[in-house]
């Protein structure tokens, strides 16, 4: 890509570099603000934003880079997105949330989780009552069941926990099925 400085002396010439770097730049551009939660239009916007201060920028002060173009106008268009976010999430209304009250206080059904639970068996139910609710440190919680050390005792709360996780999932449970 040619370097800016020797295009933008005329208009054809500036128009050709700002195509050209177009096209090597918004695709990674647009696929940063997808990523990102953002939509195509605000990857143009944000994209258009972004060729502006670089165009300012080089005029005004007389930019010198260091990378390249892309590279420079993909940095410019992610401090553009993330103050664009920033700015959104601090200016979101809360009317377009469908909550109610009653559901903040919603607390999971203990019997209903004990039974999943259950479902690992005594050992693994044991295991996790010990760390999760006695908070017994795993170096000792190794020592009470008889684990060789405490990435046994890792390893094993891990695997209950997947036991669990799996009778959930089979049964397609969500969050609102341990509700009261």
Not at 114 to 134: I, N, P, Q, V, W
Not at 138 to 147: P, V, W
Request: hydrophobic content about 40%; charged content about 25%; proline content about 2%.
């Amino acid at each position: 890509m040619p370097e800016m400085n020797n295009l933008i002396q005329t208009a054809a010439g500036r128009e050709q570099f700002f195509i050209a770097l177009y096209k090597s730049t918004f695709p990674s551009v647009a696929n940063y603000v997808s990523k990102m939660g953002g939509t195509f239009d605000e990857a143009k916007d944000i994209f258009q934003d972004a060729l502006v201060v670089y165009y300012e920028k080089a005029i005004n002060s007389g930019l010198i880079i260091k990378t390249n173009e892309k590279t420079y106008l993909l940095g410019i268009s992610k401090h553009l997105w993330l103050r664009k976010f920033k700015s959104d999430i601090l200016n979101t209304s809360i009317d377009g949330f469908d909550i109610s009250l009653d559901e903040i206080d919603e607390q999971p059904s203990e019997s209903k989780l004990m039974h999943f639970l259950e479902t690992a068996g005594k050992k693994c139910m044991e295991l996790l009552r010990s760390f999760y609710y006695d908070q017994v440190p795993l170096g000792d919680a190794a020592k009470l069941f008889g684990f060789s050390g405490v990435r046994s005792a890792t390893v094993q709360k891990y695997k209950c926990l997947e036991k669990v996780r799996e009778t959930i999932k089979e049964k397609s449970l969500t969050y609102e099925d341990f509700l009261n």
